[in-house]
């Protein structure tokens, strides 16, 4: 009955949403202003209906109702409650529904922050807001409805969730993540109302701005948070793939950078107002190609929620309607958008226009390798190519070279021009010292310095510089640094995480250490300067698994550690997951996998050594603060 009145839900939903989503426009066709008075309402009324249906769903999987198809198939008895949570956005139909309360999420967040506003402009925003929302509940409900029976033989048992999935990590990466993705829905919609209404201005781009950091926020922790998740949980080590889905999560996320920095410009000069409303545009295309990407099946991911061609038709159809649409809308009010300034190349205008000149180049390059073997497959007739980590490496390095450069120096570029360039000499002075010091404990720490790893010092103190301690060494006292730390705490957080991100990467790069061995009870290999000792195995059961763990007892440098690699066998679905023994730390990490049995008392174990790796994620978390603090300060300004 539950699963009927979360359907039933989900279908009022749909019709609320097309009312919200249609009778604005006619009202501006008509003139008929009174429409707009119902919009609220009726917007608020579509978040609590999906609100609803979204919890009937988890109420389904609590109670284990396994005559509900999506249920049965993605859940077990012996699934733990955190977990039975976790599954309803496990797969394509929940984390459908996700999407949706998140959409109708941000949607009520703009109008309870913007309700005793502009009613027309209002109205317009929520009206292309609802459209989304109507478009994707009915993907939902026809092509992927996630309250559907099975009937009349109801299964005794379900089939389990993915143990992969089976993780505290992916209890919320999916959340974060979908917060950024439906987050760039309200750019979007600005743009298109202000478009329509004609009031593309200062005050636009400024209620512009919060929203695309705080999506822009939310795409960092999530994407950051599935880096993670991937590392510890694949049992390879790695922090990122290039795989095609990362991909698509990595392009809007581009996109929202160089759109917040645009709309900063326009509201502060009145300039990029075309820039502004094209990158609304593409990110939020973005947003549904990568969606399209997840579920279309065309393209071989570890992300893929669905390998169904007929929903990606359904995706396709709904990514033309809105961003054909949109596009439409912009080239024919294109030459109402006057901002044209003067400014020299010393300028901060200067510096935002090449910012998003590289950041779009590199979206779509990226996008362009991702796609590439689709292109290719259908112009030669089946043949299959792909296109691997070399490609993406080669591609960022100057685009990451670039926008590192115009980060260390963007907070002292003044409007129109900078008259005064000598910070660049003090600062060249300053990073130049800094790099010099890093170099010699990189050194001292691996008795070799690389090439990347030299790369990677001069952007992090060329970064390090020009966002802190030009700062520090150029405050008259510590109460005016503070001043200024206070003042500019978003954008110094975030291009300092991006230079914690790329000291991680390069020296993780070029000093991680790896080996596959055998070792029987007792022996011992060395790695580096580490002895892993290989104790004893264990056996044991919990709730939904059995495993088997090893104890490896990692020596040396007068210190001492353990970690317990297992392998893991699920219960109700029979599959066999490895689960890598870690022992982070600041400097870098012990990584051990386990394999199989050989030849009785041997086991297969693959040993890594990290350097660095955890200052990738410290580095997102810091860009996701800057983003999040300087979104919420702005919303807080409104």
Known sequence: MIAEIGHIFLIAALVISSFAGFLPLWGLIRKDYSIYRAIGKLTSMVFFLVLFSF????????????????VANNSNQLLPIYYKLTATWGAHEGSLLLWILSLSLWAIFYFWLNRGKDQEFLALTLAVLNQIIFTFIAFTLFTSNPFDRILPIIPIEGSDLNPLLQDFAFTIHPPLL???????????????????SNKIDSLWAKDSRPWALLSSSFLTLGIGLGSWWAYYELGWGGWWFWDPVENAAFVPWLISIALFHSLIATEKRGIYKNWSILLSILAFSASILGTFLVRSGILTSVHSFALDPERGV???????????????VFALNNNKLPGR????ISSKEFGFLLNNVLLVLLAFSIMFGTLFPLIYEALYEGKQISVGAPYYEVLI???ALGTSLLQGIGLYLGWNSTKDLSFLKRISIESACLAIIICLLVFFIFEKITWGTLLAIVLFSWLVSGNFLHLFLGSKNIASFNNIIFRRIGLISGHLGTAFMILGVGIVTSFSLEKEVLLSKGESYQLGEKTFSFKEINKSKRLNYSYKSALIEIEGNGSKDKVTPEKRTYLSSNQVMTEAGIRPGILEDYYVTLGENI?????????QIKP???WIWFGALLIAFGTLISGYRLAKEK
Request: proline share 3%; net charge negative; glycine share 8%.
């Open 55 to 70: 919890l009937s769903l988890i109420y389904c999987f609590l109670v284990d109702d396994f005559s509900v198809a999506y």
């Open 341 to 344: 300034s003067t400014y020299t």
């Open 178 to 196: 979908y917060l950024g993705y439906s987050g760039l829905a309200v750019p979007f919609a600005l743009s298109v109302s202000a478009l329509l």
């Open 314 to 328: 359904f995706i396709l159809g709904i990514f033309a309607y809105f961003v054909l649409g949109s596009l439409t």
């Open 612 to 614: 660095f790796i955890r």
């Open 397 to 399: 390095l100057p685009f």
């Open 599 to 607: 030849d009785g008392d041997k086991w297969s174990f693959k040993l």
